[in-house]
């Protein structure tokens, strides 16, 4: 299991979250919000067994990472994109509390 460091900005529309997950591939990436807990994981294949490390600190097959969100949010209208190592997700404010009961938001 690997842990993701993260960065949340709250700009004036919207919550910025990034997430620093370098060596996946976009397509293993699962992202979605329920209620006003934003949760990433990604699922990755295992390594081959014919791999002979003589150093082994970092593994990237799965794992899941949860952020908490302020209420004010509305994930359903969330968009996230995948570049350079870093997982980048927009999350705009709501101007009342909104019910995400569980959304998937698709990286693209």
């Known amino acids: 299991m690997i ?5 949340v900005t709250e700009l004036a529309d919207l919550y910025k979250i ?3 997950i370098p060596g ?12 006003n807990t ?12 014919d791999e002979n490390f003589s150093l082994h600190e970092f593994n990237f097959e ?9 209420k004010n949010i509305d994930a359903e209208f969330a968009n996230a994109e995948y570049r350079n190592g870093i997982l980048y997700l927009y999350v705009p404010k709501a101007s009342n509390p909104v019910a995400n009961q569980h959304t ?3 990286v693209y």
């Open 3 to 7: 842990a993701a460091l993260a960065n």
């Open 18 to 20: 990034e997430v620093a």
């Open 24 to 35: 996946v591939e976009k397509g293993n990436f699962l992202v979605f919000a329920d209620w």
């Open 38 to 49: 934003l949760s990433v994981a990604v699922m990755n294949y295992p390594l081959t067994k």
């Open 62 to 70: 799965c794992f899941k990472r949860t952020i908490p969100l302020p």
């Open 104 to 106: 998937q938001i698709v």
